[in-house]
């Protein structure tokens, strides 16, 4: 392979116009999310300097999440996609707005801003599995990987750019203003959506209602690929998630400093973009199961590693290792997933990897927090890391079909299917 071809697929950006609408949309969005994420935070702890509210912030996301991303993918397999997103896109600009005027008038009630989270959380969650849909639909196969790469470049950037600009808006205007930043951004997503163009779901859509969405369970469980990549990337987050032991590592270890605590976040960030970078290397290969079989297992034990790594120049550089494995994960399996469900279920499954790709760390991070407190924060990054990299090996010996997925095949069967 030249070494162009490992560099970073730009051609969805070049070939599809409605394509690089959604990319903008989505670099808005992210970066908005970041803004506000940060916004949360400072005022949530401004109103209780209590480590346990602030805990709780994850709580009024996860839930929401959870819940209408079931009602989302469920819904985005019976009515018009797009129209689907631009009304939770909506949503999302009226939370915004409601935090920026409670934070403009002083309210000051906790309740309040947890509501709100949770409100600007569904309604992101019902459009979630939708959205995931759109670069299948927008893309020929051969570039859907390209165009997963290109999505997860803007989620890393606007990591590494959106808390600090949210740091510093609060810092010079205030919260609310932090709010209404959010907002704004969300608003201007809103016209590369309007400009997509109208996708419904292939064939006659599904009714929406609880059997239907059974239904999508049972797809993915009746589906060893779709089976094992979930399964995969659950063995990764359930049994390795390490963000919260990152300040009790870092008070053992490094001497509790504040400015080394961030070098830990931005590491994973800083090897999620590099990867992002080099991502043709991933977007081009023709077998995305062993790429994501692999980098699960590199994730695990990088963290393992992280667990018992001396210097901080270690440290740091596992992190980076597994910020960038987590990367590759992600690409090739969002590649797979979407190539090998038919668009009639394309909504329920993504609501699927939705919850998978948000519940998954959320109780990742409880299991590594009661394993460190039962014995300490090295041995629950090394046994989970491990045992992560064991589950990951064993599915990998198990599911010859997730293996031997080819993306050549489901090209080549595209252009057989007459128009």
Known sequence: MRVGRGLLDVRPLRSSPPFRRLWGSSLLGALGGQVAVVAVLFQVWDLTHDPVWTGAIGLANAVPLIVFGLVGGTLADAVDRRNLVRWSTVGQALA??????????GVQSLWLVLGLVSAQSAANAVGAPA?????PRLLGPEQVGAGIALQMLTFQGAMLIGPALGGLI???WGVGACYLTFASMVVLS?????RLPSMPPEGAGTRPDLRSTMAGFAYVLQRPVLRGSFASDLAATLLSMPIALFPLVNEVRFGGSPQTLGLFLSCVAVGGMTAGLFSGLVTRADRP??????AAGVWGLALAGFGFAGPLWL???????????????VTSRGLMIQLATPDSHRGRVSAVDHIVGVA????????????AGLTSAPIALATGGLACAGLVGWIALRNRTLRDFRISKIVRDDLMTPP
């Open 170 to 172: 609060i810092g010079q």
């Open 315 to 329: 440290a740091m550089a596992l992190l980076i290792v597994a910020g960038a494995a987590d990367t590759v994960s």
């Open 289 to 294: 199961g062993p790429i994501q079989l692999g």
């Open 190 to 194: 809103l016209y590369g959506i309007l």
């Open 360 to 371: 998954g760390p959320d109780v990742g991070n409880f299991r590594a927090g009661v394993v």
């Open 96 to 105: 915004g707005l409601a935090l920026a005027a409670q934070a403009a008038t």
């Open 131 to 135: 959205r995931r849909t759109f670069i």
